[in-house]
């Protein structure tokens, strides 16, 4: 079970890396819909991380001496801040989305929320 866990959050992490790079147009889905982008750039990398470090940390026993599993924990915390800023829709912070998103003044993010723009990305 701890490699099935590891596996599926190596993949979640796998498939956000890959939208966030965008070095496709196939990569860009995300862009233009509120819910794709929490998926995005919160919610896959955030379960990802839970679920890549949960492997890890079911392998501990105890007194056993595998005390390395506890540094595995911080993961588990930064994936659940992502998850919930995700599913709480909080706004995205401009440092937070990707470069190639961003345009001289606005993100094409935030373009999209204000109105300002319906261009789709190149």
Known sequence: MPFVLTLAGAALLAVAVWSRRGATPRARWWVGSRLNESAALFWFPGVGLILFAAGFLSTHRSGSGADWTFWFV???????????????????PRWYTPRWTRDEQTTLLESRVLGLTKRRPR
């Open 74 to 92: 911080p993961l588990v915390a930064v994936g659940g801040a992502l998850a919930i800023w995700g599913a709480l829709l909080l706004p995205i």
